[in-house]
């Protein structure tokens, strides 16, 4: 099969590892891709939200899959994109259709399909940019903390947590008058919920589906959890307090109702949910939906995953997950990001990868780098996963510290206490 990934960071490099190692991917390409995937497949320069030059890949290549990797295409409408065109519509592609991707793309949507369908999330109010004086009013009457999310994409910036009603206050109006643009033209206010976060991931077909490895990621830039949220600095596989107890309120409370009100809506849901969940004293709630796998999650549970991806793939595509038995590694995996010197602020790019070669025992997956001279620069914030597998969590964190260690760039950072909290 000619499989085509669209998407360029971490996560699509996961993807692409894992795709080029079955044997029914014959040609792979990924667009647009990093200095990573151009070792697995042909990079190809296209914009992941022009579809006509998608399309124009996917028949002069003779494309029979492909896997949409960011949420952005998948909010856009590529699924659907895909479905209405006569060229385009019998060929395999894994995402959900623009309204199943409202999960993610809109807050407000997610928390009435959670209440619709009595999906176990925190209390909250939306409000509009020209219902300012009520949200402000509402405010005076919150507890705090307080959680305010922007209701459409902001680039993982859009959720800020405030602990005055003052802060709260002048975060609402600055949000609402367009602090992120349209994605704040609508306001979520959310009941602040205190537990500890962890993943899950699902493929489904919009009717079955499988649970993937679950993870537990690390936003924050500075040890201890402390400073700027991130796109994420890490993450670990297995989660040790997900138990038993706490896995079965998951599957009945959570996963299995989000499945059944997907297919009572009829929405075309043939991918990836990501649930963020929180545990709260044993009980887990949705904190957020994402319509794709999460990054740097994907880093972390791809490689304890040993059936092959693409059939998992074609399973969900063609309706057969129902029929699938996942084979996990038992092992424990630990991810840990390199970033560039001031991220999640300004940072400055073109910064050469040095002693790639020299890592051992650990994968390397690019997530902002790109090829200047036949050499890997730095081209984003967060710049390369380094995952380990071993028999133990600390075993596998060690591993990937040492070997983050050897890969040098110019202000290179990362976080040396992944895990710290387990």
Same mark, same amino acid.
């Given at each position: ?9 971490? $996560? ?68 659907? &994109?895909?479905?209405? %065109? ?93 602090? &992120? ?38 936003? $924050? ?101 129902? %029929? ?6 038992? $092992? ?49 914030? $967060? ?37 710290? %909290?387990?």
């Amino acid at each position: 099969m000619n499989i085509l990934i669209i998407g360029s960071g971490g $996560r699509e490099h996961a993807i692409a590892d894992k795709i080029a190692s079955s044997p029914l991917c014959e040609l792979l390409f990924i667009a647009p891709g990093n200095a990573g995937t151009a070792t697995l497949g042909k990079n190809i320069a296209i914009d992941t939200n022009d579809f006509e030059a998608i399309k124009s890949l996917v028949v002069n290549e003779n494309i029979n899959l492909v896997v949409v990797g960011p949420e952005v295409p998948l909010v856009a409408g590529i699924v659907d &994109f895909f479905s209405e %065109d006569d060229t385009l519509k019998n060929i395999p592609i894994i995402g959900p259709s623009k309204q199943g991707a409202m999960l993610e793309g809109s807050k407000a949507f997610a928390k009435e399909f959670m209440q619709r369908h009595q999906i176990p999330t925190a209390a909250y109010k939306s409000f509009e940019k020209n219902q300012i004086t009520e949200a402000l009013t509402y405010l005076d009457s919150h507890s705090m903390p307080v959680v305010l999310k922007a209701d459409g994409l902001a680039a993982g910036k859009g959720v800020l947590i405030c602990n005055t009603i003052e802060e709260s206050k002048s975060e609402i109006m600055e949000m609402l008058s367009g602090k &992120f643009g349209d994605a704040s033209a609508t306001v979520v206010i959310e009941e602040f919920l205190t537990g500890i976060e962890f993943s899950v991931f699902v493929l489904t077909d919009g009717k079955n589906y499988i649970l993937l490895p679950e993870a537990k990621d690390y936003k $924050r830039i500075g040890e201890g959890d402390t400073g700027l949220n991130t796109g994420g600095m890490g993450a670990v596989s297995p989660v040790p307090f997900v138990d038993e107890s706490l896995w079965n309120k998951v599957t009945t409370q959570i996963i299995e109702p989000t499945i059944k009100g997907i297919t009572d809506e009829n929405i075309n849901y043939t991918g990836f949910i990501f649930f963020g969940l929180i545990n709260v004293n044993g009980d887990p709630y949705v904190i957020e939906y994402n319509c794709r796998l999460g990054d740097p999650e994907t880093e972390v549970i791809l490689p304890r995953i040993n059936s092959d991806f693409v059939e998992i793939l074609l399973a969900a595509w063609n309706g057969h997950l129902s %029929d699938f038995q996942l084979k996990v590694d038992s $092992r424990s995996a630990a991810t840990i990001m390199l970033v560039s010197g001031g991220y999640p602020g300004d940072y400055e790019k073109g910064k050469i990868i040095k002693n790639l070669d020299h890592v051992d025992g650990s994968r390397i997956y690019h997530a902002g780098t790109s090829i200047f001279n036949g050499s890997a620069i730095t081209a984003g914030g $967060r710049v390369l996963a380094v995952t380990s597998l071993a028999s133990n969590m600390q075993r596998a964190i060690d591993k990937s510290l040492i070997n983050a260690d050897r890969i040098e760039f110019e202000g290179k950072y990362f976080r040396r206490d992944i895990g710290f %909290d387990l």
